[in-house]
């Protein structure tokens, strides 16, 4: 078996024995920055606009469900099971399917869908960035097939960006088995360096920050 | 310089278009990274590539360890490890594991490992279908090429060549308009991604502390191809672990800017094993294939182990004025560029391209960008003393050692030097002041002939330099 055979060459390689203690590792190098919140969400919007996508700041849950609705304008949508969804009555609007907890119905209905709502785990303002956990309330296809995404997000989750989240979550394995960070609408520019937004991701996303 | 590689640079210099389009494409990706390392958008640059550099370092020197540590919490989440040391366990791991769930379809994100080991190939061949999904490496697959840049794997392909492949190959109308060709490729390659029953990915870093791999990509395809199969099965090279998932607060915002100038890549996807309970989609089956290939050679050589720290990112290939013109296939293996010089006679054994080492002016642009501070000049030089320790062990290249022998003489004896660029300066001819191209009849020797088939030889000056400093 080849696993042996490896980890004997590494070790021979490197004059170490199996087990042998090792030195220390350089000391972890994060730098949180301390930003206000209003700064923050300030910056997440700018952010996400940057890299293509629409943002609305949302003043509470209702605001929020009003520009969805816009959005949407008669579009067909599949919604996760965030309860934040729930709460600012996402999941009840016209055209919006939600409540999947089977993965065949669901991955039926992304397929279809013009619009995939989400909520986030976090946010990072520095880059624009979502953080999706994956979960009983977040799935990940519904971020990932429909051509428009829109997450709504409650403001106290936008963190300063990548340094806090990982001192918030040292170790995002104890929590989920997939967390992805989302910094924009997917894009590619294969054929001669020209931009093109919406390859097999969502090419139009929306972040709506609430409150 | 063997006839091959020869042969590849002279075609490669040759075309007018090619050399413009490889001229394009690296200066955009120079100057997206210039802006996105600027003091204003990234202060600690210069820290964070100290940093990374230390992580690498420790890890590798220590990387029996963390490839156990890994393994065992990769294990612990229900995920398996699988070590292959070449590349027929690899395919012989994925064909037994199709073969026992039944599967047919494999959809592929891009991964430089698997180029590496022609796993695309060795599965067809098995009548396995194998898609690859990345915009650039799909039509690169369609073309039967191999990636041209690590990065910007068909950055050599024009849209007209876009639309005439796709015309060809999937029976659709001649389209060069970019977004309608992302389109075609969007729709065939969504059916693929619903109807695949295993998904291939490569992996940027493997997280020890945490069992899990983490992908960079742009387009969602490494997102699909991880997320959509019931299956996912990353292959990654041994030397891609890091010891922390809080390391990657420096490696994340080293990659992207040093690639594409991104402060992140649109995705960044950390995966830790199959769905757990209650999660309501995801691979129920997770497999990390940890590949040596060659590495474990490297890893012998503490002088020139540091090779192994590379994270992919294609800046020294960006920025390489050998590269800039003799372009990604003119190498003779998937890594091209620098890092590629620098690999491939490690991974293949130097007799399989010797003359690489030399095909760099060791100008050490290379170094000055690379993110994990990897010396490639030094290791470019260490890697040329080695072949040509060879050859004196051969007895090979005669009249060259007599030449640097006799150089190394008169170096030695000023006097001597100075009578002889006199004599030089005479001799040489005049070319007003132009770069000498060709030899001249009375020097047209098969060495100086050789020498100057692939380089220009700058007009000698009015005053030598010795001149010049007397009169000062």
């Known amino acids: 078996m080849s696993r042996e055979a490896i980890l004997n060459t590494v070790r021979t390689a490197l004059g170490r024995n199996g087990g042998q203690a090792i030195a220390e590792p350089p000391p972890v190098r994060l730098r949180v920055a301390d930003v206000d919140s209003e700064t923050r969400i300030a910056s997440m919007l700018r952010a996400v606009e940057a890299l293509g996508g629409k943002t609305r700041r949302a003043p509470g849950g209702e605001d929020a469900r009003a520009y969805v609705s816009a959005v949407l304008a008669g ?10 969804l729930r709460e600012c009555g996402i999941v009840d609007l016209a055209g919006v399917q939600s409540g999947f907890t089977d993965e065949a119905a669901l991955r039926a209905v992304c397929a279809v869908a013009d619009v995939g709502i989400t909520s986030a785990d976090y946010a990072l303002a520095d880059t624009g960035s979502l953080v999706m956990l994956a979960s009983p309330a977040e799935a990940r296809l519904i971020s990932l097939l429909p051509p428009a995404h829109i997450a709504v997000v409650p403001k106290e989750r936008v963190l300063s960006g990548l340094d806090e989240l990982l001192t918030i979550l040292p170790l995002p394995a104890g929590q989920t088995s997939s967390m992805v960070l989302i910094t924009g ?26 409150g | 310089m063997s006839a091959a590689f020869d042969e590849k640079v002279h075609n490669t210099l040759a075309d007018a278009n090619l050399q413009l389009a490889i001229y394009r494409a690296t200066a955009r990706l120079i100057d997206h990274r210039k802006h996105a390392v600027t003091t ?32 065992a919490n990769v294990t612990g989440h229900g995920g398996k490890v699988v070590y292959c040391q070449d590349a027929t366990e690899v395919a012989d791991f994925v064909l037994g594991l199709a073969k026992e769930r039944g599967a047919q379809l494999i959809v592929k994100s891009k991964s430089m490992t698997t180029e590496e080991i022609d796993l695309n190939e060795r599965l067809e061949h098995h009548n396995l279908e194998s898609v690859e999904t990345d915009l650039g490496e799909y039509i690169l697959q369609l073309a039967h090429q191999r990636p041209y840049h690590i990065v910007a794997p068909a950055l050599h392909l024009t849209r007209y060549d876009v639309g005439d492949l796709f015309a060809r190959t999937l029976g659709v109308s001649n389209e060069t308009v970019v977004e309608k ?37 742009n387009e969602g395809n490494a997102r699909l191809t991880t997320s959509a ?45 199959p769905r757990r309970a209650g999660e309501i989609d995801g691979p129920e089956e997770f497999y990390v294939v940890l590949l040596d290939n060659g590495r474990t050679k490297l890893l012998a050589d503490p002088g020139k182990r540091e090779s192994l720290y590379c994270i992919r990112c294609g800046a020294c290939l960006n920025h390489c004025p050998v590269y800039r ?19 491939t006679p490690q991974f293949l054994g130097i007799e399989h391209e010797p003359s690489l080492p030399f095909a760099s002016s060791l100008c050490g642009a290379c170094a000055e960008v690379c993110p994990v501070k990897i010396d490639i000049p030094k290791v470019l030089l260490d890697l040329r003393a080695e072949v040509k320790q060879a050859e004196q062990r051969r007895g090979a290249n005669c009249l060259e050692r007599l030449a640097f022998k006799l150089w190394a003489w ?6 001597f030097y100075e009578m002889a660029a006199m004599v030089a300066a005479g001799v040489a001819p005049a070319g ?9 009849a009375l020097m047209n020797l098969p060495p100086v002939r050789a020498w100057l088939s692939q380089r220009d030889l700058p007009p000698s000056p009015a005053k030598s330099f010795r001149e010049l400093w007397r009169k000062r």
């Open chain 2, 181 to 217: 060709q992302t389109l075609i490729a969007r729709a065939v390659l969504r059916q693929k991604f619903l109807a695949a029953d295993i998904g291939i990915s490569g992996a940027n870093f493997l997280v020890a502390d945490s069992g899990a791999v983490v992908l960079v990509e």
């Open chain 1, 185 to 210: 609408p997917s894009r590619t520019a294969d054929i001669e360096q020209i931009l093109v937004r919406g390859v097999h991701g969502p090419g139009e996303i929306h972040v709506v920050v609430v």
């Open chain 2, 40 to 71: 204003a958008a990234l202060p600690d640059y210069q820290e964070l590539r100290t940093q990374a550099n230390a992580i690498k370092r420790h890890t590798i020197d220590h990387l029996d360890y963390y490839l156990e540590q890994f393994e």
């Open chain 1, 75 to 84: 579009k067909t949508a599949v919604a996760s099971n965030a309860p934040f």
């Open chain 2, 229 to 273: 199969p019931k299956i996912h099965i990353a292959v990654a090279g041994i030397e891609k672990l890091i010891p922390r998932a809080q390391d990657l607060a420096v490696f994340l915002k080293l990659l992207g800017r040093s690639a594409t100038g991104q402060a992140l890549t649109v995705y960044t996807s950390f995966l830790s094993g």
């Open chain 2, 410 to 415: 008169l170096m030695c004896r000023p006097r």
């Open chain 2, 432 to 440: 007003n002041g132009k770069w000498l191209r060709s030899a001249p």
């Open chain 2, 325 to 343: 013109k003799i372009g990604g296939h003119s190498f003779p293996w998937v890594y091209s560029g620098p890092i590629g010089a620098i690999i």
